[in-house]
């Protein structure tokens, strides 16, 4: 049986040898974070080492990383009401934008009443001229804009919208769990207060993520209360090996991107002009600057569902735009936000490549798109 190639990178990322190796180590460790012993002070270690890497990987201070189970945890402790910058009020309201992940969409801790949408363009990028009519006038305001979108990879102008929710005086949360690792990402280069990461995403170990806050940033309440870790910002006792094996993830991650982006960047295009020539294949979001590694797609009368099991019989794996937690294909409420056709939008197939992605699993997939365009679309 020939190896299955996994274009599913978006989704979940393979654990990284070195993520891999710290974790081993720290399940040797028998200590408490928590306790003043040695073997207590030797787990708090790889503790705060993984929480310095990851304040200098995106520009923080190691005491604004909070760590929590995922990053959709991450997010539901950073829309709370209340938040405060260097100056201004507590924020009162909370505006998203229409392509959030389901996490921020929920809208955290913020009343229904109290949550406003952002429309985004055709090519699934936020609309800054509504963003400003929806400051305008109003009261403090958190906004939620990420800064990579995880189904069409359209980058989001984070920085411009964070000059314009600052001068209307509110806060910026960015959802950065898509961009660390295959982009740049610094939260004092785009002016974000806010910031979510997640491990699984860079090579990490799936069930750790964290919450990053700009320095001046207060009034984050944790979600769980008791003892008092991560400076009393999340209750429970820290989850050691998954936090090593996070700060190992994000060293290996950030050594490599410059090549490892360059070459998705190079194994994308391929792919994408690929698909493009079989059955008049459309690509989300190609007229605007996307991550390096995903491709959106559809083809007249492609239906996802039945897409995906044909990849995935062709020792592919595969996603469509959008999935819920019981494996069901569902229409794409970012295509929808965007303005597709609900059949269009529900025929959309995602291929996200990673840093072990080779030309030859590009060449799989094509002879596999091919084979599934001659059967599949067929009238």
């Not at 020939?2 to 891999?20: F, G, I, M, Q």
């Not at 170990?205 to 008092?228: M, N, Q, T």
């Not at 698909?275 to 600057?289: H, K, L, P, Q, V």
């Amino acid at each position: 049986m020939p190896t299955r190639v996994y274009l599913d990178w978006n989704a979940t990322t393979p654990l990284r040898s070195e993520a891999r190796a710290a974790m081993v180590a720290a399940y040797d460790l028998v200590g408490n974070p928590s306790s003043v012993h040695a073997e207590g002070r030797e787990a708090r270690r790889l503790v705060e080492e993984a929480r310095s890497t990851l304040a200098s990987a995106v520009g923080a201070l190691p005491r604004n990383v909070v760590f929590t189970s995922a990053g959709t945890e991450a997010n539901a402790l950073a829309l709370s009401p209340g938040l405060r910058g260097p100056s201004g009020g507590p924020v009162e309201r909370l505006l998203v934008s229409a392509v959030e992940h389901a996490s921020v969409l929920a809208g955290g801790r913020f009343p229904a009443a109290k949550v406003g949408h952002i429309r985004v363009t055709r090519a699934g990028v936020v609309d800054l001229d509504h963003l400003k009519a929806l400051l305008k006038d109003g009261p403090p305001t958190l906004v939620s804009i990420m800064a990579a979108n995880n189904e069409t990879g359209a980058l989001q102008p984070v920085a411009e919208a964070a000059g314009i929710v600052h001068d209307a005086g509110g806060l910026l949360h960015v959802d950065a769990i898509q961009a660390l690792g295959k982009i740049a990402f610094n939260i004092n280069a785009v002016g974000a207060d806010l910031a979510t990461l997640s491990a699984h995403k860079i090579g990490g170990p799936k069930g750790i993520g964290a919450l990053v806050v700009a320095e001046g940033v207060s009034g984050v309440e944790p979600l769980l209360r008791g003892g008092g870790q991560e400076l009393n910002r999340r209750a429970g006792t820290e989850n050691v090996a998954g936090i090593a094996g996070f700060g190992a993830a994000v060293r290996a991650a950030l050594q490599a991107l410059p090549e490892d982006a360059k070459q998705m960047a190079t194994l994308r295009d391929r792919l994408e002009n690929g698909i493009r020539a079989i059955a008049g294949a459309t690509i989300f979001s190609d007229n605007t600057e996307r991550l390096p590694n995903t491709i959106l797609f559809t083809a007249p009368g492609l239906k996802a569902e039945t897409a995906v099991i044909g990849f995935d019989l062709e020792g592919i794996a595969v996603s469509s735009g959008s999935a819920c937690s019981s494996g069901k294909v569902q229409s794409s409420h970012v295509l929808s936000a965007m303005g597709f056709d609900p059949a269009v939008a529900q025929g959309a197939v995602r291929l996200s490549l990673g840093w072990s992605t080779e030309p030859d699993d590009i060449n799989r997939a094509l002879e596999a798109w091919r084979k599934l365009g001659n059967t599949l679309l067929r009238e």
